[in-house]
Structures are given as structure tokens and as C-alpha cells.
């Protein structure tokens, strides 16, 4: 189901005062909602496919205290992302991955990109002076391992 101009618009917002995505990039994006799953992507939804699935990417789940993007979105999006980016050394990002709260003394608050080396890993959270990993725990692996292997 399409979501409504009044989630659209709330969405857009979002990426773009969090994130400094550009309006028209969102705009341009096809969306759907599947309960609080928010759904996009570039292309059409298919006729006689009734999954929003088939769109594209989950970039965020609608939750009554707020909406939440995913770290696959975030990953994504990368160089357009122009606000609430943090870069993590290796050992920070090692103790994020390995789901640890680690102390954050910036101006970021709320939902975060979190990168390394230039490059945006997923969501991440700034609260309380702590900064932790939203990204799933299957992606958290991956990329222990893929630190393993290079270290």
C-alpha cells in the first residue's frame, strides 16, 4: 500500500534534517508501507505483486515514538549523506560490532550513520553520551569477519 502524503512528507523530512539527504532524491523514490515497515525504491511496483517487498529496500520501520531507517538504507544512500555521520576508528568499531556502548562526547543525538574509513556501515545511535550499532546481527558478523581476515 502506498504510503500516505503525510508519512511521505515525515519520511522526507526526517532524511533530510537527520541526514542531509536532498529533497528531490527523496521525492523521487516510489514508497510502500507494510505495517510499520516503510518500503522504496526507483522503479514501479509491479502489477499483481502485492508485496512491498518487491520495491526495492526497507529504509525504515514507522514506530509510534518516531521513525527508525536502517542501516541497509543508510549503507545505500553512503556519499549522499551529508549530516549525523560518524567515523569509527577500527578498535571502536570492533567493540560497536561486538554490541558495546562506547562513549560519544559530539553534537550528533538520535539515529546515526555509522562509517569507517569514509565508507557508511549502517545505523547507529547517539544517546545519553553513548554511541551503539543498530545494524542486524547477521551484518554485525559479517563484518567481524571480514575485520578477522584483513587484521
Known amino acids: ?4 502524503p503525510e508519512l511521505r512528507q515525515q519520511i522526507t523530512t526526517f532524511f533530510v534534517q537527520q541526514f542531509g539527504i536532498s529533497e528531490s532524491f527523496i521525492a523521487n523514490l516510489t514508497m510502500e508501507a507494510n505495517k510499520e515497515e516503510i518500503w522504496a ?3 514501479m511496483v509491479l502489477p499483481g505483486i502485492f508485496s512491498p517487498r518487491a520495491i526495492g529496500l526497507r529504509i525504515g520501520r514507522d514506530f509510534s515514538g518516531g521513525f527508525k531507517p536502517t542501516s541497509v538504507f543508510l549503507a545505500a544512500l553512503g ?4 549530516r549525523s555521520v560518524i567515523d569509527v576508528s577500527l578498535e571502536e568499531l570492533r567493540s560497536l560490532l561486538l554490541g558495546q556502548r ?4 559530539g553534537a550528533e543525538v538520535g539515529y546515526v550513520a555509522l562509517s569507517y574509513q569514509g565508507d557508511v556501515l549502517g545505523c547507529g545511535q547517539c544517546r545519553n553520551g553513548k554511541l551503539h550499532a543498530l ?6 558478523q559479517e563484518l567481524l569477519e ?6
Open 102 to 105: 562506547i562513549p560519544y562526547a
Open 41 to 43: 525504491g526507483t522503479g
Open 79 to 82: 556519499s549522499l549523506i551529508t
Open 1 to 4: 500500500m502506498p504510503v500516505s
Open 135 to 140: 545494524i542486524p546481527t547477521g551484518r554485525r
Open 146 to 151: 571480514i575485520l578477522s581476515i584483513r587484521s
